[in-house]
């Protein structure tokens, strides 16, 4: 099977821009990578150069083509997916970029953000938007850039400015400045966009003063976008299919049914659950977003994120130097009968959802004489999957059906033995699909979806399948026991303020 069509997938990260051109069947022919530098101005600042991102796009994208060893005429679409929230304006008249991208992470807004929620403002936000004011998102970043770069809100009231996420600021590059839009789940992701009307919103852009002149059209996620042009890889391309990151993780892992659900272990860890056509508020502040939108029907999603997981892995490398390569965890695990009582919270940076302490900070507990790397090592891979089953609570706690399997990916889950124990502590099957990148494949599906390639998203469906499947293989008294010791090393590390 396959072979008979070819997909480029464009996957814009927040440390590389790569590509992977795919056949039919959804086999990876040809890949390339470049790292992207991260740009820190100041304390708590992040910028990327989208020029920088502009020539790594083109560059990788050659080279996966002709890895795979197919001429761009074959091609019959390329899909965008990339790191959602960061914010670049450009000036219409020659694509110019009017600063550096602004990256999701950066925190340079937090007194506005701070002043917003003062002002009474975020019941609003969270009505329209499903979001949660915080410099996490596009808004405020836009407006950062209004006010600080010279003549920049007189360019763009006078319509010489448009905005994008990562996406758009491409799209409009590819098209050579033809085309001006971004997808419903980007667009879900900036703070001024209604999910439920699926329009900008009006009264949001009048908080945060941002001219709607600026913005780009919002379409399906598999839409005519228009196509990359002939001189930039060889031959036009249609561009049929976009989605921000982790929803175009949600689409590679079909999770196309309410009470699916899938996880993506990276640097931190991002669960999307479909809810379907209900935009589900959520109690414990896990956010309300957009999965899909296709043929103008949208299908919600509630997410939930974890600041740290690979992370953790990465400071026990390089910051404790304990181990050599992230894969020697898997071993150590294995070698152990359990962690004896140790517990490692990786709230290097806080903790995110549910419970959103960002004062809050790491700590191993439970050491006695006989704890050793070992010992913390698996400590911090068992953290993940705590983290995780705080997450699917909160997400129960919020009326969302019980969901038959997890399905997971990202870096991390090429470790078995996390797999397995994952599926242990939430006592639910733990699918991991052959291609783990499935944040390209997503984006694969969804042009080919436009372009006939796949006749619906049953036709998808089909093509996932899993390399693994963890059955949860722990009897119910261990499985209390380590979680209830687990809520008692969150309770100690967030204090007697955060303790509940
Ligand atoms: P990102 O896309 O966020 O850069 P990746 O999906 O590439 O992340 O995953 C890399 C992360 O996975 C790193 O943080 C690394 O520590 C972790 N990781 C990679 N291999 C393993 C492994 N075998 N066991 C545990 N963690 C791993």
Redesign the pocket.
């Known amino acids: 099977m396959g072979g008979s069509s070819y997909l480029l997938a464009i996957d814009q990260?927040t440390?590389s821009t790569r590509a992977i051109l795919f056949d039919d069947a959804c086999t990876p022919l040809g890949s390339e990578q470049i790292e992207l530098p991260q740009i820190y101005p100041r304390d708590g600042w992040v910028e990327h150069d989208p020029e920088e991102i502009w020539r790594a796009t083109g560059a990788v994208c050659r080279s996966a083509i002709e890895k795979a060893n197919i001429k761009a005429s074959e091609i019959t679409a390329a899909g965008i997916t990339n790191q959602r929230e960061t914010v670049v304006l450009w000036d219409r008249r020659n694509g110019k970029p009017i600063h550096n991208a602004i990256v999701w992470q950066d925190r340079r807004t937090a007194e506005t953000c701070r002043k917003l929620i003062e002002g009474g403002h975020e019941d609003l936000v969270r009505e329209r938007t499903g979001l949660l004011i915080d410099p996490y998102f596009s808004g405020t970043k836009i407006a950062w850039l209004l006010d600080n770069v010279d003549g920049a809100r007189e360019a763009a009231e006078s319509g010489q400015l448009a905005f994008g996420t990562v996406d758009s600021f491409l799209l409009w590059r590819l098209t050579g400045g033809r085309v001006h839009a971004t997808d419903a789940t980007n667009a879900s992701r900036t703070l001024i966009f209604n999910i439920h009307t699926q329009d900008w919103d009006d009264e949001l852009l009048d908080l945060l003063r941002i001219p709607r002149g600026i913005l780009p059209e919002v379409k399906d996620n598999a839409d005519d976008f228009g196509v990359i042009e002939a001189e930039l890889l060889g031959a036009e391309i249609p561009i049929a299919g976009i989605a921000g990151d982790q929803q175009a993780a949600t689409v590679g892992q079909a999770c196309f049914e309410p009470g699916m659900i899938k996880s993506t272990y990276?640097?931190g860890c991002f669960v999307v659950l479909n809810t379907g056509k209900t935009a589900v508020e959520s109690k414990n502040r896990l956010l309300t977003t957009v999965a899909y939108r296709l043929n103008g029907k949208t299908t919600y999603a509630i997410e939930g994120s974890i600041f740290v997981a690979?992370?953790a892995?990465?400071w026990l490398r390089d910051g404790l130097k304990v181990i050599g390569h992230?894969?020697e965890?898997?071993g150590l695990a294995r070698g152990l009968e359990s962690t004896e009582g140790v517990y490692l919270v990786p709230a290097f940076i806080g903790l995110g959802a549910p419970h959103w302490e960002p004062s809050a900070r790491a700590a191993i507990l439970g050491l006695s004489f006989g704890a050793g790397i070992p010992h913390i090592v698996r400590a911090a891979?068992e953290s993940v999957c705590y983290q995780t089953r705080d997450l699917m609570r909160a997400m129960a706690d919020d009326g969302a059906a019980a969901p038959t399997a997890l399905r997971v990916d990202?870096?991390?889950v090429?470790?078995d033995w996390?797999v397995q124990f994952l599926s242990d502590v939430l006592d639910l099957p733990v699918e991991r699909p052959a291609v783990i990148e499935t944040t390209a494949v997503g984006c694969a599906f969804l042009a080919g979806l436009k372009t006939g390639v796949y006749g619906s998203l049953e036709d998808i469906s089909e093509r996932w399948k899993p390399d693994r499947r963890c059955e949860p293989a722990m009897d119910e008294e261990t499985r209390k026991r380590l979680y209830a010791g687990w809520l008692d090393a969150l309770r100690r590390v967030r204090g007697p303020s955060g303790a509940g």
């Open positions: 990260g440390t990276g640097t690979g992370a892995i990465q992230a894969s965890s898997e891979l990202g870096g991390m090429a470790n996390v």
